[in-house]
């Protein structure tokens, strides 16, 4: 089980972001993805869920295997946070709801609905649905916004046991989650060039 990327390039509104992006993720590895505001990072992580197509390069991962979490929750208000993950595990073929629970610390709010948790139990429960997919590869893009140093630490925790089960984590974050076993990849040198305007670069729509 693996993922590799070779040369890749990626694009956002038709304007190509990153090109030559080249890395290979293993069972029980994890990649942190650092650069500036706008350089890509969101783009390639889409990329890499399958939510968009590359526009060079390849991309070899197993069938089935990728979940993403993004900024959103991808939560339903009226459920509770049972009923939340009990619903992706379904969609997903099955999962240990109560381990999720415990693994997030939710279990004690396992019956409030999600609109009346706050911000930060909301990023947990979020969070918590990765477990109850059984997919290997983790691709997360800023997953600790909205979360304490508390919670940081504890999922930090969680990742580092995907690790030790045997999966892979593909992040995307600005902060340092401690996890000293992850390799980091820049991607500054792999944003592409912008294509010089035509007409001494005289731009006719702000005549």
């Known amino acids: 089980m693996e993922m590799v990327v070779d ?3 990626v694009a956002r509104g038709g304007l190509t972001v990153l090109e030559g992006v080249r890395f290979a993720l293993a069972a029980g590895q994890a990649l942190i993805l650092r650069g500036p505001n ?8 889409r990329t890499l869920a399958g939510l968009q197509p590359a526009v060079a390069g390849t991309l070899r991962v197993p069938p089935e295997s990728v979940t993403y979490a993004a900024h959103a929750d991808g939560l339903k208000a009226v459920l509770t946070v049972a009923e939340n993950l009990a619903f992706w595990a379904e969609i997903h073929g099955g999962g240990d709801v109560q381990a999720a629970m415990a693994e ?3 279990t004690e709010l396992r019956d409030r609905r999600a609109a009346n ?8 429960l979020g969070l918590a649905r990765l477990l109850v997919t059984g997919r290997p590869i983790w691709v997360l893009d800023e997953p600790t916004v909205s979360l304490d140093q508390a919670s940081v630490t ?3 925790g969680v990742v580092r046991a995907h690790l030790a089960r045997g999966g892979m984590a593909l992040i995307a974050t600005h902060i340092d ?4 076993e992850a390799a980091v990849l820049d991607l ?3 944003k592409a060039r912008m294509p010089v305007a035509s007409g001494g670069g005289f731009d006719e729509a702000f005549a």
């Not at 706008?38 to 992580?45: E, F, I, S």
């Not at 706050?118 to 947990?124: C, E, L, P, V």
Request: hydrophobic share 45%.
């Open 177 to 180: 989650l401690g996890l000293e």
């Open 38 to 45: 706008g350089v890509g990072k969101t783009t390639l992580l």
């Open 154 to 156: 504890l999922f930090a």
């Open 104 to 106: 997030m610390n939710l």
């Open 7 to 9: 040369n890749l390039g």
């Open 188 to 190: 500054a040198p792999f």
């Open 117 to 124: 948790l706050s911000a930060g139990q909301k990023r947990r």
